[in-house]
């Protein structure tokens, strides 16, 4: 039994609080307490190094069913949630009731649940309650592999209520030049996945979590921006859910990384488009054009040749004959002329998406 003040102390900063769907008290704190150490131990040592011979087998017979072997990343994440499991069973605070009663192992799961068995310790009272939650944990969380994920992600309402609003505001936010030639099926999986996680097992990350960082993206990725900021804030209006600070901010990179990965510059309403012509020819041309690439992130499209749908003309002379905005370097560019060209980048880009930004914005922070 924990002393009242620790509670007290717990209770204040929503330790009991559920973070998702799910709202079963005993659930509830063994995610809190996986977010914990999680976040402590995941790039120093394993928590309870006792249980590391148990944590082991244990990992060797989950990994028979595995569609691919483990990364040190997913070993890691692993290792830390059998070790909190193990520990409140042990400790008998065990779950009597299925919580995922619509995520069913299929048979190489069925068979799972028996070499478990054998393998915990006597003492350890292990149910189907306990091994449905274990086994929601490797699925939710991609262990199993994404077909399964994906299925598993469909078979809870909110999940896909959520996931197609979100597919929703980017086809109506008026921010793609096409609507009809985004892979579609993509951006569903990995939305879906992704509203998966949040509404089981969201787990705090230790990456990707500064809010500052969010201007990088809402710079480069205005559009996309937008898009993820309405999504964020339908989700914060919603009484079932409780959208905190690191939630924002993790839906927001989730939700970024989703859109860049699904959707080819060609298809949004502020590419930029690029020609390079310079007098030396094309083996300078071509470094230019290479250095550019790595802009890639931006949304560039590179044109052999001036055409209307140009924006921004490189050359080592002004050409009078251009009437599109020209950038000349004589020189191999500096770092402040990249700089430069950035700055300007970003200036078409604003412009083309003048009659879809704000004129207010309400700032680039998550909350």
């Known amino acids: 039994m924990l002393p009242k003040i620790w509670k007290k102390t717990l209770n204040a900063h929503h330790f009991y609080t559920a973070s998702t769907l799910f709202a079963d008290d005993e659930f509830t704190t063994r995610l809190h307490l996986f977010q914990l150490y999680y976040t402590v131990y995941n ?53 009597e009731n299925v919580i995922f009663d619509s995520l069913n192992p299929d048979q190489s799961g069925k068979e799972l649940y028996s070499l478990i068995d054998d393998i915990l310790v006597k003492g350890i009272k292990f149910n189907e309650a306990e091994f449905n939650y274990l086994y929601a944990f490797l699925l939710t969380q991609g262990f199993l592999g994404e077909s399964l994920q994906s299925g598993a992600a469909t078979s809870l309402p909110t999940v896909v ?26 951006l569903w999986q990995r939305i879906l996945n992704i509203h998966l996680q949040f509404m089981t097992f969201f787990i705090e990350p230790t990456t990707f979590i500064n809010p500052n960082q969010i201007n990088f993206f809402s710079e480069l990725y205005p559009a996309f921006d937008i898009s993820i900021h309405q999504t964020i804030d339908e989700l914060k209006q919603r009484r079932d859910l409780k959208i905190d600070q690191h939630m924002s901010v993790n839906l927001y990179f989730s939700y970024m990384f989703a859109l860049i990965n699904s959707i080819p510059p060609e298809l949004m309403k502020d590419q930029v ?65 990249w700089t430069k060209l950035a700055d300007i980048i970003l200036s078409v880009k604003k412009r083309k998406l003048s009659g ?9 922070e998550t909350n």
């Open 43 to 95: 790039t120093v040592e394993v928590p309870f190094a006792d249980l590391t011979n148990l944590v082991d087998r244990l990992i060797e017979v989950i990994s028979t069913i595995l569609p691919k072997q483990l990364k040190p990343t997913q070993l890691t994440k692993l290792s830390i949630f059998l070790r909190v499991w193990l520990l409140r069973m042990n400790n008998h605070h065990i779950l």
């Open 273 to 337: 488009h690029i020609c390079v012509d310079f007098s030396q020819g094309t083996l300078y041309t071509d470094y230019v054009i290479a250095s550019l690439q790595s802009f890639s992130h931006a949304n560039i499209i590179l044109d052999v040749l001036v055409t209307n749908k140009t924006d921004i003309y490189i050359s080592d002379f002004h050409s009078p004959q251009v009437h599109k905005q020209q950038v000349v370097w004589q020189d191999p560019p500096t770092s402040l002329d």
């Open 356 to 364: 879809v930004i704000p004129k207010e914005s309400d700032g680039s």
């Open 161 to 186: 209520q959520l996931s197609n609003q979100f597919i929703h505001n980017i086809l109506h936010q008026n921010i793609l030049v096409q609507t009809s030639l985004i892979n579609s099926d993509a």
